[in-house]
């Protein structure tokens, strides 16, 4: 399963990417049963869930660790360092991965809800 991420180069510019979690087929319900996909991303810690009126912007900041970010509802937007923005509304993921480098930018929009969920730091 593939789903846009954000990560820091060796020079600590920060970038949109693709993160790729190997997915295999899992039947769901009973039967006859639709077969979907089913992908691991990990352990979870925690799952917090953040509201930012809009115009709301948080200024270059790293992730504290690597978390997926959901987009609950409105509409967001993210900018990298290396200037790309990218917008996003409800049911787009993020996994944010830039624990390092220059950081990323976050706009509300719109009014907006985001669940942010923790992997388990091994």
Known sequence: MKFPQIFADKS???HFGDHET???DLAMGPPPN?????SNFGAVRSMNIFAAPAGTEAPAHNAAQP???????????V???DGETRRFQPG??????DLTGKGHVTRAVTDMKLAFINRSQD
């Open 79 to 81: 900018r990298t360092s």
């Open 12 to 14: 600590g510019e920060t």
């Open 34 to 38: 639709p077969v979907g996909k089913t």
């Open 22 to 24: 190997p997915d295999k």
């Open 67 to 77: 978390y997926i970010v959901i987009m609950l509802s409105g509409i967001g937007e």
């Open 92 to 97: 787009d993921v993020l996994f944010c991965n």
